[in-house]
């Protein structure tokens, strides 16, 4: 089922995070704890194609979906965060997830 707010993923290269728990843990470092209430926060690995060009292949994705201001907080925390363990180059990840209104597919 679609969440009827807007969504937007922040993903995490697993071979700089190690797992899912350490994603998390950056995740909420970077982030103020007041800051994204009100939504839903869901996880998951994520498995790159072998036909596209990247680093890694394994990449943890945070998904958050609620209104519109914790979306805009999001994208503007970690669009250009310079944060070890980010994966690289998902900016347009970003770009896409926070114009969708249907959520993450």
Do not use: W
Request: hydrophobic share 40%.
């Amino acid at each position: 089922m679609l969440s009827p707010f807007p969504a937007i993923g922040v993903v995490f290269n697993l071979d700089a995070v190690y797992d899912g728990y350490a994603a998390v843990a950056l995740f909420m470092k970077n982030t103020n704890p007041k800051q994204p209430a009100n939504c839903i926060i869901a996880d998951g690995d994520v498995l790159r194609p072998t036909s596209e060009v990247v680093r890694s292949r394994y990449h943890y994705c945070l998904a958050v979906s609620g209104p519109a201001s914790v979306i805009d907080y999001v994208f503007k925390t970690f669009e250009r965060a310079n944060i070890a363990g980010l994966a690289p180059d998902t900016s347009a990840d970003y770009a896409t997830a926070n114009s969708r209104r249907g959520g993450l597919d």
